[in-house]
Antibody, heavy 120, light 107 residues
Framework: QVQLVESGGGVVQPGRSLRLSCAAS????????MHWVRQAPGKGLEWVAV????????HYADSVKGRFTTSRDNSKNTLYLQMDSLRPEDTGVYYC?????????????WGQGTLVTVSS | EIVLTQSPDFQSVTPKEKVTITCRAS??????LHWYQQKPYQSPKLLIK???QSMSGVPSRFSGSGSGTDFTLTINSLEAEDAAAYYC?????????FGQGTRLEIK
């Protein structure tokens, strides 16, 4: 069965960096676009970034552009989110999600999420 | 950026009631509209894709309709387990966006 398992969350001071990972299994990882979606405490869902199946195409929300970078290692079935210059407003649960198509499909599988807290 | 506006924000309903949640897009998105259910402390779950295509394993009481700018998620004969937040999501263009969510409380 399809599994997405995020890791790497934690408490970090403003201005510091953190790298999240999402380990995928149960499907052909190298065939699908992958997304990052976050959810601030008690708030709704906010799309963060997407990467194409081969890593050649990436797009970001304006709120993270220039600070966050997504990448993937298809040999390891793993998705990454490098988060630099973190701000308190980046606090939340970060989910990775599988696209049903390339970059613009529904999100049919989600990880359990990893909590990032940005605080001094 | 395409803005999705859901209504209502919150609804308290009794079991067996019929519930309708609407999602309006700020511009036409064809049928590129998807619905998710998120129960407390869980990840979102895809219920309906492309406006009306039900996902495997989703109870038949959930259905979706609409196209263009106006979409509807209908829950027939609500059950206690349907207490959750519901979100619409558009994948017509980047950045993809979500509605603000609708929280359903079961009386």
């Amino acid at each position: 069965q399809v599994q997405l398992v995020e890791s790497g969350g934690g408490v970090v001071q403003p201005g510091r960096s953190l790298r999240l990972s999402c380990a995928a299994s149960g499907f052909s990882f190298s065939s699908y676009g992958m997304h990052w979606v976050r959810q601030a405490p008690g708030k709704g869902l906010e799309w963060v970034a997407v990467i194409s199946y081969d890593g050649s195409n990436k797009h970001y929300a304006d709120s993270v552009k220039g600070r966050f970078t997504t990448s993937r290692d298809n040999s390891k079935n793993t998705l990454y989110l490098q988060m630099d210059s973190l701000r308190p407003e980046d606090t939340g649960v970060y989910y990775c999600a599988k696209d049903t198509r390339g970059l613009l499909g529904a999100f049919d599988y989600w990880g359990q999420g990893t909590l990032v807290t940005v605080s001094s | 950026e395409i803005v999705l506006t859901q209504s209502p924000d919150f609804q308290s309903v009794t079991p067996k009631e019929k519930v309708t949640i609407t999602c309006r897009a700020s511009q036409s998105i064809g049928s590129s509209l998807h619905w998710y259910q998120q129960k407390p402390y869980q990840s979102p779950k895809l219920l309906i894709k492309y406006a009306s295509q039900s996902m495997s394993g989703v109870p038949s009481r959930f259905s979706g309709s609409g196209s263009g700018t106006d979409f509807t998620l209908t829950i027939n004969s609500l059950e206690a387990e349907d207490a959750a937040a519901y979100y619409c999501h558009q994948s017509s263009s980047l950045p993809v966006t979500f509605g603000q969510g609708t929280r359903l409380e079961i009386k």
